[in-house]
């Protein structure tokens, strides 16, 4: 069985790193006033909304909501599991993570998957040394630079070259049975039916093919131009899904992209990796190729997290018009309020590599700014397919029309695709069906606008939480001083169990940060709740005494609730001798509260 990774371990790491150190090799981060600052990593912004606060060891966005502690910082940003977040945490402190039972989990999965990425990368970097050195690539470097490819571009995207040959990568890598079995499951060797291995990749251009964290995770390979070419052999090879590499989650240039801009404006989606690398050269930086797949949701999950913008670019025949449409209805539920989608049609028999050329940069990018929106697109192609002239076309319109956009999220966005619908249908839609999309920005909007009266009106018990979080070594002073805390247990007010669990763990670990509190309510609903909680910022000069303000003040109603009881079973002969006692001590209490409260 798995071992899983002690508790006090993750809080002692949560405390040893620093999340500011953490995000800023990553991020860039400011110091502004007591916290730090950047444009969100996750969603496409120009004024800083992301903060990162040295205090709580806690970083939020007010933008996206995103939130969370340095291992929820690496999950998010570099996509890792739980484990493999604290893994990455503890090597960069130079420790190494206990497992209960003295294991890892699955150690030995866990060390084929590194190898298999150190494979990779050796695999890399003979491809690149052949394109260098070997004595037939002159025909791949001629026509590298017959397309106009620099040598630094080249270098930028690690293209290299597969000789000709059955058994180039196996002779210079498969040096042992391990790691040939290695190279057939990454997908580098294909393995015949009598056990014999050959090359998969033969006299191609080679693409590699890089994750979000730059490492070499399979390649795409371009055939030569040949005099006399083989019908059999595609023009692209891409590797098989493998460990390491799932078609329908990559994009490749996306990792080039994120390393060449800052700021990324939008991100084009085109057909093959020679666009990705020609547009390159021209200094559009912002091309991405899916990978022999049509796009997919995971695919526009991650455009949407670094741009607002995406524009796909096909040919203008009917194979590129069937895909844009696929890539639309693909889009529907990712359209929310500040994205845009458009899409752009080349001129018959041009890529995007031979259009630039032909145009120069600055007319391709003035053509993708006056490419079709997402909402043009979508009514000019129903709008095509029926004559709205008459009143079955307009029904037919409504028809086709109402479940798609009913896929696209709630916001000012989707009303207003509805109310283009209606318009064109020549109809009229109800009203809150127009109106329920815009409800949530505006009541976002008020939200902000009377934080103040937010603060106010908050709860005696979310605001102990709040207090807590933002300052957790209270809990500590509050035991301290002796008070019972047990009697809140019997109070029925919301969020009372989260309070007294909260005060349990800090009198057991007086010592958490924020972010080590939160990390323990990770795979509970009431996590996002915390971190809500955590994001704001009361603003009082000694949260430590407003806190035993708050406590006393819910034992106080705990008292009194629990005399209201024992006072209604006095009145009805039901105390029992134990209860009468409790209730003689309660009524004390009240009394000498009473007379405490009088003026002298």
């Known amino acids: 069985m798995a071992g899983r990774i002690p508790q006090q371990f993750i809080d002692d790491l949560l405390n040893r790193v620093d999340i500011v150190e953490i995000i800023d090799s990553r991020v860039p981060l400011k110091k502004k006033g007591k916290e730090y600052s950047a444009c969100c990593p996750f969603h496409n912004e120009k004024t800083p909304s992301f903060t990162v606060s040295q205090n709580k060891q806690f970083y939020h966005c007010f933008g996206c909501k995103a939130n969370g502690s340095a291992i929820g910082f690496l999950m998010e940003y570099e996509h890792l599991s739980f484990p493999d977040a604290i893994e990455e945490l503890a090597r960069s402190q130079g420790i190494d993570v206990p497992y209960e039972g003295g294991q890892r989990p699955d150690p030995e999965a866990k060390k084929a998957q590194t190898d298999l990425y150190d494979l990779m990368q050796e695999t890399d970097q003979f491809y690149q040394k052949q394109l260098r050195q070997d004595a037939l690539s002159e025909q791949a470097v001629n026509y590298l ?30 040096t042992t049975p391990e790691r040939e079995k290695a190279l057939v499951t990454a997908g580098m060797l294909i393995q015949k039916d009598n056990g014999k291995c050959y090359d998969r990749f033969r006299d191609r251009i080679m693409f590699p093919i890089r994750d979000r964290r730059g490492r070499c995770i399979a390649f795409g390979g371009r055939i030569l131009p040949k005099e006399q070419p083989n019908d059999k052999d595609a023009k692209y ?148 397919e029926a004559d709205i002239s008459g009143i079955g076309g307009r029904a037919k319109l409504v028809e086709t029309a109402r479940p798609m956009l009913s896929q696209m999220p709630q916001g000012v966005y989707r009303t207003l695709m509805f109310e283009q619908l209606a318009k064109l249908g020549r109809i009229e839609l109800p009203e809150s069906q127009l109106t329920a999309a815009a409800r949530t920005p505006r009541k976002q909007k008020r939200s902000r606008q009377s934080s103040d009266t937010t603060k106010i009106s908050m709860s005696p018990v979310r605001k102990a939480i709040t207090y807590l979080l933002h300052q957790p070594n209270i809990a500590k002073s509050w035991y301290e001083t002796g ?103 309660l009524l004390q209490q009240l009394y000498v509260a009473k007379s405490a409260s009088k003026p002298d």
């Open 237 to 384: 090879l891409n590797s098989p899904e493998t460990p390491l590499f799932h078609k329908g989650r990559e994009l490749y240039g996306l990792y080039e992209a994120r390393q060449a801009l800052r700021d990324i404006p939008r991100l084009m989606v085109v057909e093959g990796y020679m666009d990705v690398v020609a547009l390159a050269q021209f200094e559009v930086r912002y091309a991405v190729a899916t990978l022999g797949t049509a796009t997919t949701p995971d695919h526009l999950q991650r455009l949407f997290q670094l741009t607002s913008e995406v524009v796909f670019c096909f040919d203008g025949d009917r194979a590129g018009k069937e895909a844009a449409w696929r890539a639309l209805q693909t889009c529907l539920p990712e359209m929310r309020d500040g994205r845009e989608t458009r899409f752009m049609f080349l001129p018959d028999g041009e890529d995007p590599d031979s259009y630039i050329r032909k145009i120069g940069k600055e007319a391709f990018e003035l053509e993708i700014k006056q490419s079709q929106s997402f909402s043009e697109y979508l009514f000019k192609q129903l709008t095509d």
């Open 483 to 585: 008070r019972d805390t047990d009697v809140l247990k019997t109070l029925d007010l919301p969020g009372m169990d989260l309070l007294l669990e909260a005060l349990e763990i800090l009198r057991i670990n007086p010592d958490l940060s924020t972010s080590a509190l939160i990390e323990r309510w990770r795979e509970s609903p009431s996590g996002n709740h915390l971190a809500k909680l955590a994001s704001e910022q009361p603003e009082l000069d000694d949260l430590e005494i407003e806190f035993i303000a708050v406590m006393d003040g819910l034992i106080k109603k705990s008292v009194d609730l629990r005399y209201d009881d024992l006072q209604a079973k006095l009145d009805q002969r039901k105390l029992s001798e134990s209860e009468m006692v409790e209730y003689k001590m």
């Open 145 to 174: 630079k017959e397309r106009g490819l620099s040598g630094e571009v080249a270098k930028i995207f690690g293209i290299g070259f597969a000789p000709d040959g059955w058994d180039n990568l196996l002779k210079a890598l498969g």
